[in-house]
């Protein structure tokens, strides 16, 4: 397997972070999780777009242009020789010494994988997945953003722990108000009275990529849809419901906290937006080659 490292191709095992980088002394860093179908990667401007809003967030200059960086992808992505599959960019903060001042790293360092991915079970697509409402209060927004895609995701992983080990794969989390912000590492959506729902980013969410192109088929297809603060109550009490995400994709929700959500099984608006989605996938993206 061949890794994009620092501007070039090497082998999976020449690619290697130093201990002194910021990235794993102190999770200093932001990356991207984007999806290839067909040889075709899918919405990769608005990745790269969030991946350089990311960066200035935090000071970090990417040593490459967006369009240098967008091609490295697209290289990377030829030489996985895979169809479909998942992307993995991150830039970390770089080498700097033991202090926690990020000035003194002169030099980011960037690496891309193209890898497969299997986030979930293949049967919670057809029968829908259970969540769980983790204890672990998604960050504020005067903490880590939660709008910027960095290295700390220790919030989500502790809720990720609570999930599973409570048997569900996925937790909700909300907002230190109590409301909904999302889900470890998807976006969350509910269907009430034939109107699409999610909780707005500042609500405690990622500006999620399959949010948005969720949101853009709603209109496409004439369906109504909302960005509105919500709570647990708007789940239970909801007709349908779904996660998005990169590596989710979109995933039909059907129990939260022992509750089921609607008729219990994938409904009429969810498996709508579900086959647009995929349509999507299958016809647009940058072509890698
Ligand atoms: N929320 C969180 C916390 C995430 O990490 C992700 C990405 N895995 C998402 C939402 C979904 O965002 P996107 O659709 O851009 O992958």
Known sequence: MKIWFDGKLVEKEEAKVSVFDHGTLYGDGIFEGIRFYNKRVFR???????????????????PYTKDVLSKAVCETVAASGLNDGYIRLVVTRGVGNLGLNPFNCPQPCVFIIADKIALYDPAVYENGLNLVTSSVRRNRADTIC??????????????KMEAIRQGAAEALMLNDAGNVAECTGDNIFIVKNGTVITPPVTDGALDGITRRVVLEICTE?????????????????ADECFLTGTAAECVPVTDLDGYTIGSGKIGPVTARLLARFKELTQSTGTPVE
Request: charged fraction near 15%; include cysteine; proline fraction near 4%.
């Open 44 to 62: 990769l401007e608005a990745h790269m777009d969030r991946l350089y809003d990311c960066a200035h967030y935090l000071m970090l200059n990417i």
């Open 146 to 159: 939660p709008q910027v895609k960095s290295l700390n995701y220790l919030n989500n992983i502790f809720a």
């Open 221 to 237: 297809l004439g369906i109504p849809a909302v960005e509105k603060t919500i709570n647990r109550f708007s789940i239970t009490s």
